[in-house]
């Protein structure tokens, strides 16, 4: 099905974006909300209807939304054929009424239409990038004897779907008695399970090392560009949102197969790794470390204005100060300082939010940075922060001359450059290292 989405930003949208470009956060949040309460339609946008989808909250008029009435000068110029200026009125002749009813009738249409509006944040920007992966589904390359699987997890807020990546030597495992580590993967805007697993080459690293990979699937119905919903502040939250089903399928993923509970980890790219963060906060004893490419921190943004500040600039710094009781989760971080798409800001921001919980649970700390050349000559900057005995429990990696893309990843797959650092080797010697039976538990 071909899901409608902006080619360009409608005009109110660019003068929201004028607006947070200045920093009038305020005002960009009630131009947006003033155009969907229907004080100034556009015919530039086109709405989308799902009545089994949940409309962005922040943007979405509720029950009390006015209607659009004749006399409202903003009238879309495809009705304005039918009104009548209201100086000068003279007496109503019976086609007079009719098409009044007639507007009356097209403009509350409308104004149905915009309680389910929804905004394609990507395209609504016209985000470089932001749009090859929404029809790739083929297949990857997997090892003989191993299986990759769709399965559909249901839980209260209906189904979901995912693929699963079972390693050839999983029976040998079961009839050993033997536990494998899980990684579950979250992939970006536009992407696919599939897409997503042929771009990281992470099913190749979990045949290497014995592990089962989880891509759980983002539907159109939650999003219209297949983006997790980070920004949404019922899905920052423990036991609300995406984060209760993801979390749920977790578990039920680590029960239903030979999965080790103390070695589950959580990754993703762009608005996966905004949410991978998201998960480690709410849920620091389901996962033992976590991999952030090109994401944002924790509570970057609460609605979409502030989502797209914090993509162009980085969130706020009072927003990024991290909540130090809540059990540190060890992280590795990549960033491109050629990112357009999501600042680099962020990822140092990433990484700063996580040095205060890690900083306040845990003493004797050294840090080291380190600078590191891809075999392609792809240079990166690399800071690490280890405990007395020598274990990474923070990195953070700035990819130099890298753009909005997984680093060492397949061309194969949607944003990806295979140029390097090969983020899907080191994430995985990162995760091996770490156990959620630590002493951060």
């Given at each position: 099905m071909k899901i409608p989405k902006f080619n360009t930003a409608p005009p109110h949208l660019k003068e929201a974006m004028a607006l947070i470009k200045s920093g009038r956060l305020k005002e960009a949040t009630v131009a947006i909300q003033n155009n969907l309460n229907s004080n100034r339609p556009s015919n530039s946008v086109n709405t989308h209807t799902d009545d089994n989808s949940?409309?962005?909250?922040?943007?979405?008029?509720?029950?009390?939304?006015?209607?659009?009435t004749a006399s409202n000068p903003s009238v879309p110029k495809d009705l304005a054929s039918n009104t009548h200026s209201t100086q000068n009125a003279t007496p109503e002749t019976n086609d007079t009424t009719k098409a009044k009813d007639t507007l009356s009738e097209k403009l509350q249409s409308l104004t149905d239409k915009m309680k389910d509006f929804k905004i394609d944040l990507p395209s609504a920007l016209n985000l470089p990038g932001m749009g090859a992966g929404a029809t790739t589904h083929s297949e990857p390359p997997i090892a003989e004897n191993a299986k990759f699987?769709?399965?559909?997890?249901?839980?209260?807020?209906?189904?979901?779907n995912y693929r699963l990546y079972i390693p050839s030597n999983y029976d040998e495992a079961l009839t050993q008695g033997s536990k494998l580590p899980l990684v579950v993967m979250l992939h970006g805007c536009t992407?696919?399970?599939?897409?997503?697993?042929?771009?990281?080459?992470?099913?190749?690293?979990?045949?290497?090392?014995?592990?089962?990979?989880?891509?759980?699937?983002?539907?159109?119905?939650?999003?219209?560009?297949?983006?997790?919903?980070?920004?949404?502040?019922?899905?920052q939250q423990r036991d609300q949102g995406e984060p209760a089903w993801l979390s749920a399928l977790t578990e039920s993923i680590t029960k239903e197969y030979a999965v080790?509970?103390?070695?589950?980890?959580?990754?993703?790219l762009s608005a996966?790794?905004?949410?991978?963060?998201?998960?480690?906060?709410?849920?620091?004893?389901?996962?033992?470390?976590?991999?952030?490419?090109?994401?944002?921190?924790?509570?970057?943004?609460?609605?979409?204005?502030?989502?797209?500040?914090?993509?162009?600039?980085?969130?706020?710094a009072a927003i990024t100060e991290s909540n130090t009781?809540?059990?540190?989760?060890?992280?590795?971080?990549?960033?491109?300082?050629?990112?357009?798409?999501?600042?680099?800001?962020?990822?140092?921001?990433?990484?700063?939010?996580?040095?205060?919980?890690l900083q306040a649970q845990k003493s004797n700390?050294?840090?080291?940075?380190?600078?590191k050349s891809s075999e392609q000559g792809t240079r990166s900057?690399?800071?690490?922060?280890?405990?007395?005995?020598?274990?990474?429990?923070?990195?953070?990696w700035k990819i130099h001359g890298a753009s909005h893309s997984w680093a060492g990843g397949s061309h194969a797959g949607s944003y990806t450059d295979p140029n390097g650092p090969d983020a899907s080797k080191e994430m995985m010697r990162f995760f091996l290292n770490h156990t959620n039976k630590s002493y951060f538990k």
């Amino acid at each position: 099905m071909k899901i409608p989405k902006f080619n360009t930003a409608p005009p109110h949208l660019k003068e929201a974006m004028a607006l947070i470009k200045s920093g009038r956060l305020k005002e960009a949040t009630v131009a947006i909300q003033n155009n969907l309460n229907s004080n100034r339609p556009s015919n530039s946008v086109n709405t989308h209807t799902d009545d089994n989808s949940t409309a962005m909250r922040d943007v979405t008029p509720n029950e009390s939304t006015p209607k659009i009435t004749a006399s409202n000068p903003s009238v879309p110029k495809d009705l304005a054929s039918n009104t009548h200026s209201t100086q000068n009125a003279t007496p109503e002749t019976n086609d007079t009424t009719k098409a009044k009813d007639t507007l009356s009738e097209k403009l509350q249409s409308l104004t149905d239409k915009m309680k389910d509006f929804k905004i394609d944040l990507p395209s609504a920007l016209n985000l470089p990038g932001m749009g090859a992966g929404a029809t790739t589904h083929s297949e990857p390359p997997i090892a003989e004897n191993a299986k990759f699987i769709k399965g559909v997890f249901t839980s209260s807020q209906g189904n979901h779907n995912y693929r699963l990546y079972i390693p050839s030597n999983y029976d040998e495992a079961l009839t050993q008695g033997s536990k494998l580590p899980l990684v579950v993967m979250l992939h970006g805007c536009t992407q696919s399970p599939e897409d997503f697993a042929t771009g990281t080459r992470m099913n190749e690293l979990a045949e290497t090392h014995q592990s089962l990979v989880l891509y759980p699937s983002q539907p159109a119905s939650a999003n219209l560009n297949r983006c997790w919903n980070w920004f949404n502040k019922s899905d920052q939250q423990r036991d609300q949102g995406e984060p209760a089903w993801l979390s749920a399928l977790t578990e039920s993923i680590t029960k239903e197969y030979a999965v080790d509970a103390g070695r589950v980890y959580v990754a993703g790219l762009s608005a996966g790794a905004a949410m991978a963060v998201i998960m480690a906060q709410t849920y620091p004893e389901l996962y033992a470390a976590v991999g952030v490419h090109s994401g944002l921190a924790y509570q970057s943004a609460s609605n979409m204005p502030s989502a797209m500040m914090a993509m162009r600039k980085g969130a706020d710094a009072a927003i990024t100060e991290s909540n130090t009781s809540t059990n540190y989760v060890p992280m590795i971080v990549f960033h491109g300082d050629q990112d357009h798409t999501v600042s680099v800001r962020n990822g140092g921001q990433v990484f700063e939010q996580a040095k205060q919980r890690l900083q306040a649970q845990k003493s004797n700390l050294q840090t080291q940075q380190q600078q590191k050349s891809s075999e392609q000559g792809t240079r990166s900057t690399q800071i690490q922060i280890c405990d007395d005995k020598g274990l990474s429990l923070l990195e953070y990696w700035k990819i130099h001359g890298a753009s909005h893309s997984w680093a060492g990843g397949s061309h194969a797959g949607s944003y990806t450059d295979p140029n390097g650092p090969d983020a899907s080797k080191e994430m995985m010697r990162f995760f091996l290292n770490h156990t959620n039976k630590s002493y951060f538990k």
